[in-house]
């Protein structure tokens, strides 16, 4: 039972440049999260997903995509990477919206 | 103004100490709230519910006041593990939890 899982760990990006990152869970778990994470700020949510094939925005949601064609998977886009974007990209899921199971996180670098 | 507010630290203490953290938010209509915790470069993990009567996890008390709306996170007996970085999470409507910048303690030898 791997819980949480998030592919890759680590990412550095030239401006413009896009990429996915792929959250999975394995808890058959209904919602899904992704966060993102910069000092000073705390977990800001970018968008969540209540069930497969269903997405909603988060609180900052403007420069990304997300797709959840499978329950246990939902991916993060960044279509035309800035380097405001240069963050922490945490992935959670839960049964209930309260006690959510995150991932280790990726780190990205857009310079 | 953040929704969620903490005092950022770092709280330094000795072994054996007892430390507490505050944490107040601006939505009165917020419905739940969560400690979390999360070590360096690590993920947050869920520490401990708050409840309105308070609740208590061995070495941690978590108080609720809604009048004032303000938790807290009370650890007694500190110890080196305890170091970690303390969110402060709000559930307000729909599937969403507001999340504190977090509280560092730092617990010395």
């Known amino acids: 039972n791997a819980g949480v899982t998030q592919t890759p760990k680590f990412r550095v990006l030239k401006t413009g440049q896009s990429m996915t990152l792929l959250c999975a869970q394995d808890m058959n778990h209904e919602y899904m999260y992704w966060y993102r994470q910069d000092p000073g700020m705390g977990l800001r949510l970018i968008h969540y997903?209540?069930?497969?094939?269903?997405?909603a925005k988060g609180e900052v949601p403007d420069g990304y995509n997300v797709s959840r064609l499978k329950k246990q998977n939902f991916l993060l886009g960044l279509e035309s990477a800035a380097p405001s974007q240069t963050s922490v990209y945490f992935c959670a899921s839960s049964v209930l919206v309260y006690e959510q199971f995150f991932g280790p996180g990726t780190r990205l670098t857009v310079l | 103004r953040k929704e969620v507010e903490q005092d950022p630290g770092p709280f330094n203490v000795p072994e054996g100490a007892t430390v507490a953290f505050n944490c107040t938010y601006s939505n009165s209509a917020s419905q739940s709230f969560f400690w979390y915790r999360q070590d360096c470069r690590k993920e947050p993990k869920l520490l401990m519910s708050?409840?309105?009567s308070g609740n208590e996890d061995g070495r941690f008390t978590a108080q609720l006041n809604r009048a004032s709306q303000y938790i807290s996170l009370l650890i007694r007996d500190s110890k080196l593990s305890d170091s970690a970085t303390y969110l402060c999470v709000v559930a307000s409507y729909g599937n969403k939890l507001v999340f504190g910048a977090g509280t560092i303690l730092r617990v010395k030898s």
């Open positions: 708050v409840y309105s």
């Open positions: 997903s209540v069930g497969e094939g269903t997405t």
